[in-house]
């Protein structure tokens, strides 16, 4: 089972909020591909100590990390581009309402796989109609994150970026600092601790 390395690669620091939230998509691209590997590797076999260990490192990114990134996208920056209230932002902001029915449905079946991943560290092995339900939550969210992320990294971050203020973006990151219990002032750029507690 792979190693699942967090925070061993330095990290922006809070005043480059975009590049977190996109720092954000590549744990929840990794994670997905533990499960998937975790899948491959033991659907027929008894789990053991490293990778349940991997699939709970997993599951908490999904219960814990992942969900404070939807909250700072759908509370720290769509609140903020509705609030410019400008023509050439509403394109944008319709997609802002697309992305947050999108994280719903993730949400949705982050919990059926959740859920799996319990019964499977309970039980050591999955039924082969369980291994079957899982593959197909993994491949409906490989589909819905791969147009959602490549979206919010390409079209969304960088268009926030250039029609925010700096005095916005720099509270987004006060915010997401707040959110993971952390003070933005205090984290140095690429500061290798705070990274490790922002990756949680
Ligand atoms: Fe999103
Ligand atoms: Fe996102």
């Given amino acids: 089972m792979m190693p699942v390395a967090l925070g061993t690669q330095g990290q922006p620091g ?56 939807t909250e700072d996208e759908e509370v720290s920056l769509f609140p903020r581009l509705r609030d410019l209230d400008r023509d050439d932002m509403r394109e944008l902001l319709d997609a802002a309402e697309r992305l947050e029915r999108e994280h719903d449905e993730a949400e949705r079946i982050h919990h059926s796989v959740d859920a799996r991943i319990d019964r499977w560290l309970r039980d050591r092995q999955l039924t082969p109609a369980e291994v079957e339900a899982m593959v197909l939550d993994l491949d409906a969210l490989d589909r819905l994150y791969a147009e959602h992320i490549a979206f919010e990294d390409d079209v969304l971050f960088p268009a926030a970026a250039r029609a925010l203020d700096r005095e916005h973006v720099l509270r987004i990151g006060e915010e997401m600092a707040a959110r993971r219990g952390l003070d933005a002032s205090r984290t140095g750029p690429r500061g290798p601790i705070e990274s490790r507690r922002f990756s949680r």
């Fill in 14 to 69: 809070f005043d480059r909020p975009f590049e977190l939230m996109s720092d954000c998509h590549r744990r929840i691209e990794q994670f997905l591909a533990v499960i998937r590997r975790a899948l491959e590797a033991y659907s027929s076999r008894e789990l053991d100590e490293e990778c349940s260990n991997a699939l709970r490192t997993a599951q908490r990114y999904f219960r814990e990390g992942a969900p404070r990134h």
